[in-house]
């Protein structure tokens, strides 16, 4: 890294540069780690099956170590993610003898969880992921049928809010949601938070994750929905971003190595897309990247298992890219 900027210095230093993060990764990308980014997200270890695999058992110890990490190298910490219908155990869901639980049951457990991780990672994680993807893909349908909606109602999502404030008065919360810029689930997405807004239910901000590719979402898109979003007067955050080198369909198997055309266009797809959050500073105070460098990225296995991607502004050999360059450039201007 000597002689390369460092990434989140050539921006104004209230303006965090982030990377999800493993127990591994800590440690095989920590030079990436240290000089570019001033925040971290653990990519899995603060999931409800990671910290709470059963009733009254907690395990924290791979999420502590990332706390450590972030602590020792003075990083930031964007805790991620409390109430989610993914990767969250099913005994959250169920009695002994595997049937449902009651609302005010599921209710307590919700609480009972949240205070505990919070509680534990009280003044070190300063926002929290309180509520994640609640909101529907499906035309027509507004929020998603996850256990939480099914058994608690669609209050579940002010009650995990009203908590975590409870909880940690000082950590910002947001609400975090994929797929934010394609316009049905962009209003649905607004729509719900808000009503939380209206209601005065805690919230701070709204988490964009930008799992995008070469193509999609546009620009305008994009500038379309931050202008949305940023109308309700809370922060923003791009909390997951990554650039796919592939197309939505494009489900090829045989690409061994990254086109030089697929390469220039991801350097200009990152200029424009850093370019509009300039525009949009006020709103916008934090860019998290779901990974940190090519060789380890959860597009490896999505959509086609064991297909290799090459999103992110460093290569597999942990060099900047073209897109890092043009990202520092676009900053330093004017
Ligand atoms: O830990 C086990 C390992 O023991 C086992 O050998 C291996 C075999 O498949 O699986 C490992 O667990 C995997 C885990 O990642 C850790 O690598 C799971 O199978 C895999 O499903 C899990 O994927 C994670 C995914 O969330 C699951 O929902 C990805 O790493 C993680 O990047 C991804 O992150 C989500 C955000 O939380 C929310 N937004 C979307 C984003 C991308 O899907």
Avoid at 120 to 140: H, L, M, Q
Avoid at 204 to 229: A, C, T, V
Wanted: aromatic share 12%; glycine share 4%; net charge negative.
């Amino acid at each position: 890294c000597h002689g390369t900027p460092k990434l989140y210095e050539v921006f104004d230093k209230d303006f965090f540069i982030g990377a999800a993060v493993n127990t591994s990764t800590i440690k095989s990308h920590d030079e990436l780690l240290k000089h570019h980014f001033n925040s971290i997200t653990a990519e899995n270890e603060m999931k409800f099956e990671n910290v709470h695999p059963a009733e009254n058992k907690y395990t924290f110890d791979q999420a502590d170590q990332i706390v450590a990490f972030a602590n020792d190298q003075g990083k930031n910490i964007r805790g991620h993610t409390l109430v989610w219908h993914n990767q969250t155990p099913a005994w959250v869901f169920e009695n002994e003898e595997g049937t449902n639980i009651s609302r005010s049951m599921l209710l307590e457990r919700m609480a009972s969880h949240m205070e505990s991780i919070i509680g534990r990672y009280k003044g070190k994680v300063y926002s929290w992921d309180v509520v994640n993807e609640a909101v529907s893909d499906k035309s027509g349908e507004f929020l998603r049928p996850s256990p939480w909606l099914k058994t608690i109602g669609e209050d579940y999502i002010a009650k995990a809010f009203e908590y975590a404030r409870q909880i940690d008065p000082d950590t910002l919360l947001f609400y975090n949601d994929y797929n934010e810029f394609v316009p049905e689930k962009r209003d649905k997405i607004y729509r719900l938070v808000k009503s939380i807004v209206d209601k005065d239910i805690p919230i701070d901000g709204i988490g964009l994750q930008g799992h995008w590719n070469l193509e999609f979402p546009s620009i305008d898109l994009i500038r379309r929905g931050i202008e949305k979003y940023a109308s309700l007067g809370l922060q923003l955050h791009i909390t997951e971003l990554d650039i796919s080198v592939f197309s939505h369909d494009d489900k090829r198997t045989d690409v061994k190595q990254p086109s030089e055309d697929m390469l220039i266009r991801q350097a200009e797809r990152y200029q424009e897309i850093f370019s509009l959050f300039k525009e949009y500073r006020d709103h916008l105070t934090s860019v998290t990247f779901w990974g940190v460098a090519d060789d380890d990225t959860w597009l490896d296995n999505f959509p086609v298992r064991g297909r290799k991607n090459w999103p992110f502004l460093f290569d597999e050999l942990h060099q900047p890219k073209q897109s890092f360059w043009e990202i520092v450039k676009l900053a330093r201007q004017a």
